[in-house]
């Protein structure tokens, strides 16, 4: 048993879906029910009973449901403890950072925010997205910047920047044009895919969806979405990705437009927690966030 397989349980409570709960915990959907799969082998019974359209608990899931809360509480508490005895009053802002982010973006805006406040400190924690919300949840991270795709009441969101998409051909299968394609003409290929951490899988299904598009999935996933590009290249699949994550190299990749030339583009966003203390230095962060990404974007 772990804490996750509590929360996976926690989030189906509260969500009555499976498929919910696993965007919930920003895991896919088999790893979720292996999770509660494997908790309720070690509880010795079933936790949920499922039909074809819904999920409800059982009266064990029922008896055992408060003591999971209880724990995961508990857990929290523990934390919150922890952080506030190691660095009661630290002129710091703990900063959560999904891989995706662009880096020549991140770079000059802590610059600026340094000049602003050379006295407050800025530390990094890059991570999967699931453990970056967790954290910010938990209170050990002040703000986090991912992809701009959640919905949560306890949250807050400021946009970031946007960057456009790009369309690396599998093999050698470049199409036709002046350095764009059209989504449509190539919704129909198979795309290599990396686990949904990052943000980057769950935008390009969303992309999918968006445009009432089946997306065609490769059978294995790359490890990341550095391999996404090399496995292009050896003809598994497509790829799609921001343009800062590009790889310098002959292969041409191609802007993403829409059927009247508009550029398709994945936004960015920083969450904080709605409720809570913020210091004077974390709400200057924010503001500074704000103002800074009203102004200047990647490419400037």
């Not at 969500?15 to 509660?36: D, K, R, W």
């Not at 999971?68 to 802002?93: C, K, Y």
């Not at 610059?111 to 453990?131: S, T, Y």
Request: contains cysteine; charged residues 25%; glycine residues 6%.
């Amino acid at each position: 048993m772990n804490l996750n397989q509590l929360r996976y349980a926690k989030a189906v409570t509260d969500t009555g879906s499976f498929t919910l709960a696993a965007e919930q915990c920003y895991v896919t959907q088999p790893t979720l029910s292996n999770g509660i799969a494997q908790l309720e082998q070690e509880f010795g019974d079933k936790i949920f009973k499922r039909t074809t359209r819904t999920v409800s608990l059982t009266p064990f899931g029922e008896h055992i449901m408060p003591f999971i809360e209880h724990s995961l509480s508990a857990n929290d508490e523990l934390i919150r403890e922890t952080r506030n005895f190691v660095s009661p009053a630290r002129t710091a802002v703990r900063v959560g950072t999904s891989p995706l982010v662009n880096t020549g973006w991140m770079a000059p805006m802590l610059e600026k925010f340094r000049e602003r406040q050379p006295e407050v400190e800025v530390i990094l924690h890059e991570q999967n997205m699931a453990d970056l919300y967790r954290m910010l949840d938990e209170g050990l991270l002040d703000i986090v910047f991912g992809v701009a795709d959640t919905s949560k009441a306890t949250w807050k969101t400021a946009f970031l920047y946007r960057e456009p998409l790009y369309f690396i051909p599998r093999g050698a299968n470049y199409p036709d044009g002046e350095g764009t394609v059209v989504f449509e003409e190539i919704s129909g290929e198979t795309f290599v895919m990396v686990p949904n951490v990052c943000g980057l899988a769950k935008t390009t299904r969303s992309l999918f969806r968006s445009h009432r598009k089946k997306l065609n999935e490769y059978s294995g996933e790359a490890l990341s979405y550095q391999v996404l590009e090399q496995w292009a290249s050896l003809g598994l699949g497509a790829a799609i990705l921001p343009k800062s994550k590009l790889v310098p190299s002959e292969r041409k990749a191609y802007a993403l437009t829409d059927k009247s030339g508009n550029e398709l583009f994945i936004d960015f966003e920083a969450v904080w927690l709605a409720s809570g203390e913020h210091t004077p230095h974390q709400q200057e962060y924010i503001s500074f966030l704000k103002e800074y990404c009203a102004i200047y974007s990647p490419d400037e």
